[in-house]
């Protein structure tokens, strides 16, 4: 099974900064790479499918790039209701998810 | 607008069974992959299963295969999720989410709010 390694587990910053978050695969997964935001008690929300587009509705200070097997998602200026946690998940072979990475306030 | 909604959730001893339903609004519901994705508590993101749009094709985590069945019924919009011989293990909130194509394309562009499915004695 393709393991995905998120990077870091957690961080810490402050609103405006520009912050990126780095998920691995184990294998080559092309750009079947999705990332997924989770607020406190709520479900997750899709933000960027198929390595770096931007879903519908999300606010374009969120992109995603890369291929193969290294990924990153950034945040261009952190706003107070993004500091939750996200989750990278891949569909290239089965589905596995990232472990995660909580965006704390510094 | 989308709306998942799940129910089934509760108690149950290991060994039990348990059924959850998802039940679907706002979009047409058998022209979509739909999933289950479990979250233990304080823990990260697990695949279930998913089933294709007309129920064809079916995938489980190796972690529940043989215990788990996920099926579908498009004319009343609802997913189940049968499971049985309930392990402590189990233990999560239960998400129903719709894929963003008919096949497992595993984007998952919707979700339900999660029914907390509890294993213990």
């Known amino acids: 099974d393709i393991q995905m390694t998120q990077s870091p587990s957690s961080l810490s910053a402050s609103v405006g900064d520009r912050v990126t978050i780095t998920c691995r695969a184990s294998?080559?997964?092309?750009?079947?790479l999705n990332w997924y935001q989770q607020k406190p008690g709520k479900a997750p929300k899709l933000l960027i499918y198929?390595?770096?587009s931007l879903q519908s509705g999300v606010p374009s200070r969120f992109s995603g790039s890369g291929s193969g097997t290294d990924f990153t998602l950034t945040i261009s200026s952190l706003q107070p209701e993004d500091f939750v946690t996200y989750y990278c998940?891949?569909?290239?072979?089965?589905?596995?998810f990232g472990g995660g990475t909580k965006v704390e306030i510094k | 607008e989308v709306q998942l909604v799940e129910s089934g959730g509760g108690l149950v001893q290991p060994g039990g069974s348990l059924r959850l339903s998802c039940s679907a609004s706002?979009?047409?519901?058998?022209?979509?992959?739909m999933h289950w994705v479990r979250q233990a508590p304080g823990k990260g993101l697990e695949d279930v299963s998913g089933?294709?749009?007309?129920?064809?094709?079916?995938h489980y985590a190796d972690s529940v295969k043989g215990r788990f069945t996920i099926s579908r019924d498009n004319s009343k919009n609802t997913l189940y999720l049968q499971m049985s011989s309930l392990r402590v293990d189990d233990t999560a909130v239960y998400y129903c989410?719709?894929?963003?194509?008919?096949?497992?394309?595993?984007?998952?562009?919707?979700w339900g709010q999660g029914t907390l499915v509890t294993v213990s004695s």
């Open positions: 989410v719709k894929d963003r194509e008919w096949a497992m394309a595993r984007v998952f562009d919707d």
């Open positions: 706002g979009f047409t519901f058998g022209s979509f992959a």
């Open positions: 089933i294709t749009s007309n129920g064809g094709t079916t």
């Open positions: 294998q080559s997964i092309r750009t079947y």
């Open positions: 198929a390595a770096s």
């Open positions: 998940q891949q569909g290239y072979s089965k589905l596995t």
